[in-house]
Every structure is written in C-alpha cells, then in structure tokens.
C-alpha cells in the first residue's frame, strides 16, 4: 500500500459544482502539502500545514480551501470548481527535520 | 523573478555521457535543497537533498550546491534512457523554511 493515498485518483465534475479531494498518510509525518501542477508551471502550492492546528495559504489559495481533519488527513475542497482549475493535484508529507517532500500518485481533475 | 528557476529543456544527451541539470533560487536563507525525478503521468520522486556547500554524490547522481551563488546542480552520470523524464529542483523558503516550493523543471531526454 502506498504511504500517501489520495482519492479520487480521476475525477471529472462540471463548472460550478464543489468538490472534494483527500489525502491520508502512514509516514507519520506532522506536515501536509496540496500542490498543483500544470504543464510548463511546474508544482505550485495550494495549502500547507504543519499539524492538525495549522494552515496556512500557498502561492495559489485562491478558489481552494482545506480541512486537516487529523495528523494523517488532508483533504482539498474546490467550492464552485471553474474549467481553469484543471490540472493533476498532488498531495506531499514531510517531517520537520529533513523536510524531504513524499508524494501521493495525484488526481488528475477535469472541470467541463 | 521566479523563487526556484530552472532550464525548460528539453536537454538531450547520448546514453553513457554526463549530464547536467541546474537551478537557482531566490532566497538567500534557504537551507535546505532537494531534487525530485518524475516520469510522465507520475508522482515526484525524492532522488537528492542537499544541505551544506559542496557536493553529494549518490550512486550516479552528484548533487551541487553553492548558496554564495544560490546555485543548485544535479549531475547524472553514464546517463541511461531510464534516466529520460523532468527533474524538478525544490527548496525551502519562507520566514521558518516552511514552504517547500519547485521549479518548473527541465525535461532530460537520453537518447540511446
């Protein structure tokens, strides 16, 4: 089994509908990432958090929130998805001392 | 200025010749270095992390880092066509060294 799961791993919704993406980990890492990645922008951060307590905005927050529902789940909503929120999301863990980045196999979202 | 730069590529070698892989970022605090391979339709691999100046060698990959020059390099090797996919460069930034954030990465093509 994989130590970062996200589900779904396709989803296609339409324009307006809101939709929910989730993450759970085994590592025990206390650090949470949501990143997106488009062709040629590389991985851009969402959302991060360092422990269920903590959230904090990334580069690109706007349109996204999320819920650290316990130390292993995050998960990222998309409240009124738009067709410009396309793209394959990926979900990271790290712990706070060699902060090396460990990532799920990512949802690819189709928003029509 | 975008925080991490790197090279769009792609960059193509001949199999068994060394290739070089460069990036530069923006935060003259950063501390902490890493490189990421990802084959298409995949998750981002942790393949090096390098802290202090100098080089890190690992197998075939040697990592660079130059924080004078805030310059991170990744060298590959007798390279293989396995080697073929994006590097992506990731460093931490931020007032505590809280966000892990990429570059867009550069596509490394080994042509057999």
């Known amino acids: 089994d994989a130590d970062v799961t996200q589900t779904p791993r396709n989803r296609i919704t339409k324009t307006g509908k809101r939709i929910m993406l989730e993450c759970s980990q085994t590592k025990g890492h206390d650090r949470m990432y949501w990143y997106r990645q488009d062709p040629g922008l590389g991985l851009r951060l969402i959302y991060y958090s360092f422990d269920v307590k903590d959230i904090n905005k990334g580069e690109i927050s706007d349109g996204y929130s999320v819920s650290r529902q316990a130390q292993a789940k995050f998960s990222l909503s998309l409240e009124s998805a738009i067709p410009n929120q396309t793209a394959l999301y990926f979900c990271?863990?790290?712990?706070?001392?060699?902060?090396?980045?460990?990532f799920g196999q990512g949802t690819r979202l189709t928003v029509v | 200025q975008k925080e991490v730069e790197q090279n769009s590529g792609p960059l193509s070698v001949p199999e068994g010749a060394i290739a070089s892989l460069n990036c530069t970022y923006s935060?003259?605090?950063?501390?902490?270095f890493f490189w990421y391979r990802q084959y298409s339709g995949k998750s981002p691999e942790l393949i090096m992390s390098?802290?202090?100046?100098g080089d890190k060698e690992d197998g075939r990959f040697t990592a660079q880092l130059n924080k004078a020059s805030q310059y991170v390099s990744l060298l590959i090797r007798d390279s293989q066509p396995s080697d073929s996919a994006t590097y992506l460069c990731a460093v931490n930034m931020g007032e505590y060294g809280n966000k892990l954030v990429f570059g867009a990465g550069t596509i490394l093509r080994v042509k057999s």
């Open positions: 935060d003259r605090g950063s501390q902490s």
């Open positions: 990271a863990t790290s712990d706070g001392g060699t902060i090396e980045a460990f």
């Open positions: 390098i802290y202090s100046n």
